[in-house]
């Protein structure tokens, strides 16, 4: 059966999509089949990022609606072997049952050796649902006050739902840190009490390959997320001294 990621953040904006999509190519660049899941019913990005948007036909709430067979929603990504995707619900409310996804999930679990589930910002029935669907969350955030505080708030959540959780801090500028303008790596772990699993690094390649709906193959945040994958996949993988992060 296969191994359930959710990944889920306190607040928008923190870069959660695009660490979806690197984790999967990852993983999927590690010998593992990856099914990714958009769950950000209504507003839909994997796709774009994996440049499949005007390839889809089908998507998650026509599997869930039972109008089109499991198969058929799931799309190929051609630059990455092994890599597939299911598109977000084209409507907003579809995933609120979090009974009904799991139901789904079961049609693919045996097919695959991982899903990952880009769970929608925020803490509304969504979130709930992705939640309760994980064998473990990873929550993003980014190494600022504000952001960090929401983590908090989704790990008290995420907790009470008693799911394990692990932090993975994204564009993470260690230029503002160390001149003391942002929170330092030990500041933001006991802001979000949560375990870290890795940091990303802050990388343009992330902007521009997503703009361009290329696979990030190399760079600094390549690099993070293939350690990342690593460390999910059960290597001891040590992070690496600050300025080669």
């Given amino acids: 059966m296969a191994t359930v990621f959710t990944v889920t953040s306190g607040k928008g904006g923190v870069g959660k999509s695009s660490l979806s999509a690197g984790l999967g ?4 660049r590690r010998g593992k089949k990856v099914l990714l899941i958009d769950c950000d019913a209504g507003l839909r990005s994997l796709d774009l990022l994996l440049n499949l948007s005007e390839k889809t036909m089908f998507d998650l ?8 067979t499991p198969s ?4 190929a990504v051609p630059q990455v072997k092994q ?28 097919k695959c050796d991982i899903i990952i589930l880009d769970a929608p910002a925020g803490i509304d029935a969504a979130f709930d649902t992705t939640v309760a669907c ?6 993003v955030a980014t190494a600022d006050p504000v952001c960090l505080r929401d983590a908090g708030k ?15 801090i994204n564009k993470m500028d260690l230029s503002l840190i160390r001149k003391g303008k942002l929170p330092n790596m030990d500041e933001s772990i006991d802001a979000a009490c949560l375990q870290l699993v890795g940091i ?46």
């Fill in 83 to 110: 890599l597939f995707l299911i598109p977000a619900p084209a409507q907003a409310g579809v995933l609120d049952d979090a009974a009904c996804l799991q139901q789904a999930l079961q049609l693919y679990q045996e």
């Fill in 25 to 28: 190519i990852a993983l999927a």
């Fill in 61 to 68: 709430g026509d599997v869930l609606a039972q109008r089109c």
């Fill in 134 to 139: 994980a064998d473990l969350v990873l929550t």
């Fill in 200 to 245: 990303v690094p802050y990388d343009p390649k992330v902007l521009l390959a997503a703009v361009q709906g290329k696979v990030l193959r190399k760079g600094q945040a390549a690099a993070a997320l293939d350690r990342i994958a690593g460390r999910l996949l059960g290597e001891k993988i040590r992070l690496p001294k600050a300025k080669k992060i």
């Fill in 154 to 168: 989704v790990a008290q959540l995420i907790a009470q739902k008693g799911k394990n959780a692990r932090l993975l």
């Fill in 72 to 75: 058929q929603a799931v799309y």
